[in-house]
């Protein structure tokens, strides 16, 4: 429950702070006053967007901060799972900064909205005219029974497999959309792919084969060629050979008498060497060179088959071609194990669905066991609050559709009086009806959830004499289980409370400012009576207003 409220500079409000207490507070004041500001300063606690505008001086920052105590709400889930620090006595602050900027701490800790929200939404629950409406959605009207039906933890279970369902669909309606388009390439990736391995490249042989072409292809050439290099190197007398060596000769006679000659010999003597091994491998290779027509057109063909893929392929080299293969295998197999992991996530789709249908239908019977509690203490309720032939008929039906809701559709129907038939709750209720209807919803939750804090504005608005007594017993019953705030004009209302806040408007020097004030006993009796006679305050009114205390 929120144990205290703090407001700095926003709206008509300078800085105050007030302390809650258990049971029912009521909150009074004129229209104008500024009951609304509370409730305003509290949503932003809760998550709502931050407005500059609504600061009251601009040059300065807004704080709004409130402490709840939370021990006995099991809460810890939902910080743990917000990533927040669990106090017993949380702080939630909310700041709005001179630049329009906007800051939440939640225990001194730097939270976003969406947490905020999530958290607050467990904390208060702000009843106004315009919740009212929401008891004709489905949503809201689930909210109600599966709070009688317990079968909150289900749903949540129920939800997880919903969205890991959800993903497999959206996973297996990709893949089958993927196979379609893969189908359309993959007679063609293996044909490209039978081609390129039946060709059995290996990424050096280009190179060596386009070498063995050019020497059979040209081989009377170079045979002609190396048989004229060989007599040139070995003729008798001018050949090369014997030229160096008889050069050579000469200068052994003379590598005694300089070192210069020494030198000359020796590098005459190396380059003897090394023209005899080109000789020798000149001649064995004139020897063992022969036309071979077979193999010349064996290599033409193989490199044919070379230039062909590299062509239709657009490659330089083979290694760029066994790439492209390596590509088109992993195309290929890909597709071929589409229809495997289609199977395995329609596998696992289906274990999920077995799973959700059995919570699905453990919920349905949950669900219909307190139908018949829950449409009594409605009626029963709206009997107290004026409305003795108001009857419900609620209609729950199990599909095969999963929703976040698991597989019911829900209507809620109702009449109002007798001899006329059943309708659509949002169709055939008055605005009248349908805050009483909410009444009595916020009733019955509070016997079955662990709301915290409830604060009802002026949801008495409409009505008067008994049934605002009745609106009050109600009230006060609720504040047993929980803390109920109430802004109200009823003195009926008002006096029913345990504690009683006024918000009253005072000018100082000239700038008015929105004041809160727990009032006295003294101080109720003047209220009620004002709130029955106006400012007068009659004797009568106040003898009307000591009653109603009393």
Known sequence: MITQLTIKNYALI??????????????TGETGAGKSILLSAMALLLGKRADLSSVKDTTKKCVIEAEFSIDTYKLQEIFEAEDLDYEKHTIIR???????????????????????????????????????????????????LDALAKTNPLLTSFSSNHKKYQHLQKEITKLLSNKVEAQKELEYNLFLLHELKDANLKTDEQEALEEEFETLNNVETIQETLSEITQMLDADQIGVLNVLKETNNKLNKLKEVSSTFQ????????????????????????????????????????????????KKHQSATIQELVEIQNELETKVEKTTNLELKITQLENEKAIIKTEMEAIGATVHTKRMEV??????????????LGLPNARFKIELQKTEEFSRNGM??????????????????????????MSRIMLAVK??????SQLPTIIFDEIDTGVSGE????????????????????????????????????????????????????????????????????????????????????
Request: hydrophobic share 40%.
């Open 94 to 144: 909310r700041e709005i900064l001179p630049s329009g900027k906007s800051r939440a701490f939640v225990n001194d800790s730097p939270v976003n909205l969406s947490a905020l929200t999530i958290l607050g939404e467990r904390l208060i629950d702000i009843h106004n005219q315009h919740q009212t409406l929401e008891v004709s959605s489905e949503a809201f009207q689930f909210e109600i």
């Open 263 to 310: 030198n000359f010999f020796e590098r005459l003597q190396s380059l003897q060497i090394e023209l005899d091994d080109v000789y020798a491998e000149i001649a064995k290779m004139t020897e063992n060179l022969e036309a071979n027509p077979l193999r010349l057109n064996e290599i033409e063909n193989r490199l044919q088959i070379i230039y062909k893929l590299q």
């Open 408 to 433: 019911d559709v829900l209507q809620f129907l109702f009449t109002a009086n007798k001899g006329t038939n059943f309708g659509e709750l949002k169709k055939v209720a008055s605005g009248g009806e």
């Open 371 to 384: 139908l018949p509690t829950l449409i009594k203490e409605m009626q029963n309720i709206l009997f107290q």
């Open 14 to 27: 300078e800085d105050i702070k007030v302390n809650f207490e258990e049971g029912l507070t009521i909150i």
């Open 467 to 550: 049934i605002a007594n009745k609106i009050a017993e109600i009230m006060k019953k609720m504040s047993n289980k929980m803390q109920v705030l109430s802004i109200t004009h009823l003195p009926q209302i008002a006096a029913k409370g345990k504690h009683h806040f006024k918000v009253y408007k005072q000018d100082i020097e000239e700038v008015t400012y929105t004041q809160l004030k727990l009032l006295t006993q003294e101080e109720r009796v003047q209220e009620l009576a004002q709130m029955l006679g106006g400012e007068k305050k009659s004797a009568s009114a106040l003898a009307h207003a000591k009653e109603l205390l009393n």
């Open 443 to 448: 009733s019955i939750l509070a016997n079955y």
